[in-house]
């Protein structure tokens, strides 16, 4: 089991940066695939960038390449999302979610969400 908290959402203008972070309880953090999701309004929830356990792979959906950069600190079960360049159309609620990957393909867990909203 892994409790998730994000922390770190605001309103910024366009062209700004914002870092989310997603704190994790527990002590087998370093079991678990950590990745942010975004749900902006009328839309469905998507994918934005996961970390393997290590913190030595990287994925991202492709809007967010180049600007974006998902990282973990073990040390202190924390993932973040760093958020460079930001866009109107990058406004969502942001979600970190959890995947243990021996025993699952699926997030099976989940914060209770932050709110990132870029202006123009």
């Known amino acids: 089991q892994v409790q998730l908290v994000e922390s770190g959402g605001g309103l910024v203008q366009a062209g700004g940066s914002l870092r989310l972070s997603c704190a994790a309880s527990?002590?087998?953090?370093?079991?678990?695939?950590m990745a942010w999701f975004r749900q902006a309004p009328g839309k469905e929830r998507e994918f934005v960038a996961a970390?393997?356990?290590?913190?030595?792979?990287?994925y991202y959906t492709d809007s967010v390449k180049g600007r974006f950069t998902i990282s973990r600190d073990n040390a202190k079960n924390t993932v973040y999302l760093q958020m460079n360049n930001l866009k109107p159309e990058d406004t969502a609620v942001y979600y970190c979610?959890?995947?243990?990957?021996?025993?699952?393909?699926?997030?099976?867990?989940w914060g209770q969400g932050t709110q990132v909203t870029v202006s123009y």
């Open positions: 979610a959890a995947m243990d990957s021996s025993t699952s393909l699926e997030y099976g867990y």
């Open positions: 527990g002590r087998t953090f370093t079991r678990y695939t």
């Open positions: 970390v393997t356990w290590s913190g030595g792979t990287t």
